[in-house]
């Protein structure tokens, strides 16, 4: 698809962040026992944040995340064709954990089996694998998960970003920044970076031996350094079998906002991806945060839904918007066809 938007250049207007509201207690931390199937249960003493396990029957077999943090159930991969076993085997699992969201990227093929089974679709994410879409269905287990409290502000927010005229323009590094790849000797001041910005976050990304394990073989990271500090970073978490890649972890010090830093850290990594041949990229946008909305707005990303509750980010749950870019490499500004 492509479409033409008014050339009137966009008004930078800051505009808060909506607060995000608590909707139920956070996990516990410390010691946690997560449940595998019957007669096995595994106890972690330390900082846990979950679990990845393999789930599988007749006809079945599904790889899942047991996230703790987040108290929900992620399939990372699946096979069936005995679907209802394997979604009922996930649901049991889910009530065993006392986990009240399960959530997949299902495939164009199957993905109205998991709507029998009481999963709703969230999103559409489009390019997901190697090119084709994937769809985001979820299950809730409880009404205070599937309860928005800021879902009508959260729609109104979208509806102003995409109200808004701009041309698109080519951005440069104010004078004394330097734009670059992360390298592993960045990792201290990298976590640094997101404790200080961070209240929480649904991944140990604070933790210094989780990023030498996802700079080794997971991720890409991209910094923007002023006088040799890191004020703002960015990644691109691979999915290399599926030529897609997620941007997350973005990061910007109080004090340089404002400046199109992001922007140029996100187009910076898209064109790392397009060496690669990777095909798309995606993000979770904050749905409350205006200014990482409008960032992805200006890069021509596609809204494609919003997940509810989906993960635990600055205290509370927090509802994430889904946008996604075609990349082509003739065209690095604008949208690939639909």
């Known amino acids: 698809m492509n479409s033409k938007r008014p050339s009137e250049k966009l008004i930078k207007v800051h505009i808060p962040d909506i607060q995000p ?3 139920k207690s956070r996990s516990e931390m410390g010691k946690v026992t997560l449940y595998l199937e019957p007669g096995k249960e595994l106890t972690f003493v330390g900082l846990v944040y979950g679990v990845e396990h393999t789930v599988s029957g007749p006809d079945f077999s599904a790889t899942i ?3 703790h943090y987040n108290q929900r159930i992620r399939i990372l991969d699946y096979t069936g064709p005995n ?3 394997m979604i009922l085997s996930i649901r049991r699992l889910a009530e065993a954990n006392a986990f009240d969201k399960i ?6 093929n199957d993905w109205q089996q998991f709507l029998q089974h009481g999963y709703v679709l969230e999103a559409v994410l489009k390019y997901y694998f190697a090119g084709e879409d994937a769809y985001v269905v979820s299950k809730f287990r409880s009404q205070a998960r599937v309860t928005s409290g800021s879902l009508l502000e959260e729609i109104l927010l979208i509806e102003d970003i995409m109200s808004r005229p701009f041309e698109t323009t080519s951005r440069s590094l104010p004078e004394g920044y330097d734009l670059r790849l992360a390298r592993p000797d960045d990792i201290p001041h990298l976590t640094k970076l997101y404790r200080t910005i961070f209240e929480s976050y649904p991944s140990p990304l604070m933790h210094e031996d989780y990023m030498r394990t996802v700079f080794e073989k997971e991720s890409v990271f991209a910094v923007i350094t002023r006088e040799d500090t890191i004020i703002a970073a960015a990644s691109a978490e691979l999915r290399p079998k ?3 890649a997620e941007l997350t972890d973005c990061a910007t010090v109080k004090s340089e906002r404002g400046k199109g830093l992001m922007s140029l850290i996100l187009s910076f990594l898209e064109n790392e991806l397009r060496s690669r041949d990777y095909r798309s990229a995606y993000t979770l946008a904050r749905s409350r945060s205006f200014g990482m909305n409008q960032v992805f707005y200006g890069l021509e990303y596609e809204f494609l839904g919003r997940l509810v509750n989906n993960c635990d ?3 509370a749950y927090e509802d994430m918007n889904l946008w996604v870019k075609k990349l082509d490499k003739s065209n690095t500004s604008g949208r690939g066809d639909a």
């Open 65 to 67: 995340f047991l996230d």
């Open 21 to 23: 509201l608590p909707v």
């Open 103 to 108: 959530i997949c990227y299902a495939k164009t």
């Open 242 to 244: 599926k030529l897609t």
């Open 313 to 315: 980010i600055y205290g």
């Open 83 to 85: 679907y209802s076993e």
